[in-house]
């Protein structure tokens, strides 16, 4: 099978999912065990699962799934079970959960947070997120140390516990995003940095390893052989700083604010992120990040002020508020030693030496000036040793403290020079786009103005100026009614005959410069091509543009057309061409029809006549209506020209008609 993300297919679960009865019985876990083990909410299982149904996830095989790989029959469940926001489950079992419902969605980035506005309750875990986006380790701007991890492995491989599978996952946790192997690389560094994002991820996964809710108290049991510089005892006025060095050595992504109370025994801490978070813009898994970094500080902190104040008992969580998604508030109190090691030293001194002060003659001294001068100068040595030791630390830890601020520095430095850098290359960068684009844009402007007047000229030969200019105007449906207009249809005679005789491209010359001509005598008296129809031109006078005298317009094209312009074209191509002419005129409605490949056409009856009227008509004569003769006479036949009545004809879907010839040239 194809890898995956971190598939657990053939992986029996080893933990108990929940708590049980003797019979098997699901049983409420108690608060100890749900902070120890059982930590994850029936919250966080009931809505997942029910987005997953929603995604048209299949549930029955989820269960199946789950069942399938559980440590034992008795914790097999169904749908109403994992619907029950009220049980508790431990870590594994919900990774399981998680990590089959992304199998079953054929994506392992999928989770419940992809829905629509969905925001990451507190009882999910960061493991439902997916791989990780970011670089892991080996950068430095990366601000988790791995010595926590280098001192937890250490611990718990001295004591036999076998951490090798949690080494795999985190290995193909990386893998994606880095060729070097956590487990057989930076595990075995002591110091390394690695990202927040890494961290939460593999102390997640961790915690299913190990069978833990939270990881407090496993780092808490590995803090023995963690690093602190040499540090075995502070005073309390040195707590503060030594805290913050610790604390530091460990991580830079918080900030920290720690006030010490002396005569409560007590501790306060602020813990703030150093990069500001906005919860609108930043992933919305930083809740969950910033909960598991809070559990480590408590983690480290506690058993540090432990040793460091030689403390008899592990300090006490008094304290823990959140103020934000990356602001917290903790303190701790402990029970204080009524007198620390050195000046314990100092007490039994002076009370052995007031026992031989009291009784000199059973230790047979003799109190002399040497004596008590002897006396003098050890308590004063003992108290100054114990301000040198304290000195001493203090020195050792403002060394320290210089170190990490040069180190600090020198890596800020570091980066504000190659950001500088980078910047300045990014400028220079910057500007030749800037220039190229600039360059590039006035070329595509050339091109598209050349495109758009080779559109606009296309356009105009389909449609009329006016028509054209309502359309680019952007009005989607254009259709008007005209009252009056003369429709044209010339007709070549015998054309079957005379294209079978020539090839092709010979028809189509034929054609083009018949209609070319007709189209110059059309603009010459301001008519409208309208189409052509195979070897049939068709022409209108009065649309777009309404005019008075359409009859008298389409007369003078049909005139010439059928004149002067056929003698012309009878010279190039012989005798045998021979036109016939129809016209009518009346009301017609004229439009535009199709969306990408749209045309201007013309509907009424004086189109069906006009086009008839060609059809009955006699080659070399122009055939009109007795409509169009009555319209042009009643107007004062101001051309003077001749009609020849023809008399009545059957037309075919017209019936009888009385019709005209138009017989005199201009």
């Not at 190229?436 to 449609?463: C, D, G, Q």
């Not at 491209?505 to 603009?523: G, H, P, R, S, W």
């Amino acid at each position: 099978m194809k890898e995956w993300g971190i598939d657990i297919t053939g992986r029996k679960m080893i933990f108990a999912p929940w708590t049980t009865d003797e019979i098997g019985n699901y049983i409420t876990p108690k608060q100890e065990d749900i902070i120890e083990v059982y930590g994850i909410s029936g919250e966080a299982v009931a809505e997942t699962l029910l987005y997953f149904e929603k995604c048209e996830g299949n549930s029955q095989q989820l269960i199946s799934l789950l069942n399938k790989h559980c440590l034992s029959p008795i914790y097999h469940i169904n749908r109403d079970d994992l619907l029950n926001s009220e049980r508790w489950y431990n870590c594994e079992y919900y990774f399981y959960f998680i990590m089959f419902t992304k199998k079953l969605m054929g994506d392992y980035k999928w989770r419940f947070t992809k829905g629509d506005d969905v925001q990451l309750s507190k009882y999910h875990r960061i493991y439902e997120k997916g791989f990780i986006d970011f670089d892991p380790f080996g950068k430095e701007d990366q601000d988790v140390q791995n010595n926590p991890y280098f001192a937890t492995i250490t611990y718990f491989k001295n004591k036999g516990v076998d951490l090798t599978e949690w080494l795999e996952w985190c290995d193909i946790l990386s893998k994606p995003k880095t060729n070097i192997s956590f487990k057989n690389d930076f595990s075995k560094i002591e110091h390394g940095w690695m990202s927040s994002e890494f961290f939460h991820f593999s102390i997640e996964l961790l915690k299913v390893v190990m069978n833990k809710s939270s990881l407090v108290s496993v780092f808490k049991e590995a803090f023995e052989v963690w690093t602190l510089a040499g540090f075995s005892y502070v005073p309390e006025s040195m707590l503060i700083k030594t805290l913050e060095y610790v604390a530091n050595k460990g991580t830079r992504a918080y900030v920290y604010n720690i006030k010490l109370s002396k005569s409560k025994n007590s501790i306060e801490i602020i813990l703030k992120q150093k990069q500001p978070y906005n919860a609108k813009k930043d992933d919305i898994y930083y809740n969950s990040t910033f909960l598991t970094g809070l559990d480590c500080v408590i983690a480290i902190f506690q058993p540090t002020i432990k040793k460091l104040l030689r403390l008899d008992k592990m300090p006490v969580l008094t304290k823990f508020d959140r103020f934000d998604y990356d602001k917290a508030l903790f303190s701790f109190e402990w029970e204080k030693r009524i007198l620390t090691i050195p000046w314990l030293n100092l007490l039994i001194f002076n009370i052995l030496t007031a026992i031989i002060l009291l009784n000199p003659e059973i230790f047979n001294i003799t109190l002399n000036l040497s004596f008590i001068s002897l006396y003098i100068i050890i308590n004063a040595f003992l108290i100054l040793f114990r301000f040198y030791s304290i000195e001493k630390h203090k020195r050792k830890l403002a060394e320290k403290n210089i170190e990490i601020l040069i180190d600090d520095s020198d890596i800020r430095l570091g980066k504000l020079e190659k950001i500088s850098d980078d910047l300045l290359r990014e400028k220079q960068l910057l500007e030749i786009k800037v220039k190229n684009r600039t360059n590039e844009l006035l070329y595509k402007n050339e091109i598209l103005a050349i495109e758009r007047e080779k559109s606009e000229k296309l356009l105009l030969n389909i449609l009329p100026n006016v028509i054209a200019e309502r359309l680019k105007a952007g009005e989607q449906f254009i259709a008007d009614k005209y009252e009056e207009a003369s429709i044209v249809f010339i007709d070549i005679v015998g054309f079957t005959s005379i294209a079978s005789d020539e090839p092709p491209e010979k028809v189509v010359a034929m054609l083009d410069d018949i209609f070319t001509v007709f189209d110059k005598i059309n603009e010459k008296f301001g008519l409208e091509k309208i189409k052509t129809i195979g070897d049939c031109y068709m022409a209108v006078a009065g649309i777009p543009s309404p005019r008075k005298d359409h009859t008298e317009a389409a007369a003078k094209f049909a005139l010439e057309a059928m004149g002067t312009a056929t003698k012309k074209l009878q010279i190039i191509y012989g005798d045998k061409l021979h036109f016939r002419c129809g016209i009518d005129c009346g009301p017609v409605i004229a439009g535009i029809i199709g969306k990408k490949k749209f045309i201007y056409d013309l509907w009424a009856d004086v189109v069906n006549t006009a086009s008839r009227l060609e059809e009955y008509g006699v080659s070399d004569k122009i055939h009109v209506s007795e409509r169009f003769y009555k319209n042009f006479t009643n107007g004062g036949n101001k051309l003077n020209l001749q009609f020849e009545e023809r008399g009545e004809i059957e037309v075919k879907g017209k019936g009888t008609m009385k019709t005209y010839f138009l017989i005199n040239s201009i």
